[in-house]
């Protein structure tokens, strides 16, 4: 898949609009009753973000951006400024936020990952989480921070130890992150008025479906 390890410009994407949607598939039987069967298992999120346009300078910038992006081609990161970091907004990133396995004494291999759900673990999903952030990521191993001995792909969210963790260790981490989106059009409608200042009525992103990177061997 053609994807640029770039991320969209901080100051613009906080001001946009969106989130997460699902696709529900609902049958209203002769009774009334409905089912209702979910078509994705992932979420998957859209943005606008011609909302965090405030200057001609923005403007300028979203158009080169797009251009080498040669624009819907190439994906890309961005900031989801309401959902960033494996942690609530009001906290700082911690090692034991998100669980990440079990070792067994052999794998050394770990995904990053996102729990969203019920706080008891009942009912909810797991998100995988593909493009942390560099220098975000931590690791423990049954509660313990490791500073050294392990390492982060930022372009795949897996994590890779030097020495697989002892058989039962509970392997945590918390991390902030991008979500991989591409433009989901291939024009800029840019309306200039007569003082030069610059609009655009909308500016969609939509999430990527990246396939699984597989564990190193």
């Known amino acids: 898949m053609s994807f640029h390890e770039v991320r969209f410009p901080d100051k613009i994407g906080r001001g946009a609009r969106g ?14 009753l409905e089912e209702r069967n979910a078509s994705w298992a992932q979420a998957r ?11 001609a300078d923005d403007l300028a910038d979203v158009i080169a951006f797009f251009e080498a992006r040669l624009g819907q081609l190439y994906g890309f990161r961005f900031k989801d400024w309401a959902d960033y970091k494996s942690c609530p907004p ?3 990133t911690d ?8 070792g067994n004494g052999a794998q ?6 996102k729990w969203y759900g019920d706080p008891e673990c009942t009912l909810g999903i797991w998100r995988p989480i593909y493009k942390p952030v560099a220098g975000t990521v931590k690791v ?10 392990w390492s982060a792909d930022v372009t795949t969210g897996i994590v890779s130890f030097d020495a ?5 260790a509970v392997v945590t981490a918390g991390f902030e992150f991008d979500v991989p989106v591409r433009f989901d059009t291939d024009m800029m409608d840019v309306t200039l008025d007569v003082e030069s200042h610059g609009s655009i009525p909308s500016i969609p992103l939509i999430e990527l479906r990246l396939p699984e990177p597989p564990l190193p061997a």
Do not use: C, K
């Open 95 to 102: 090692a034991r936020d998100q669980f990440l396995g079990t």
């Open 19 to 32: 989130g997460p949607m699902r696709r529900t598939q609902i049958v209203t039987l002769a009774s009334g």
């Open 45 to 55: 999120r859209r943005y606008d973000v011609s909302y965090g346009i405030r200057r």
């Open 140 to 149: 423990a191993i049954d509660d313990v921070e490791q500073f050294d001995g």
């Open 90 to 92: 009001s906290r700082f």
């Open 108 to 113: 050394r291999h770990f995904r990053l990952r």
């Open 164 to 168: 697989p963790p002892a058989n039962g």
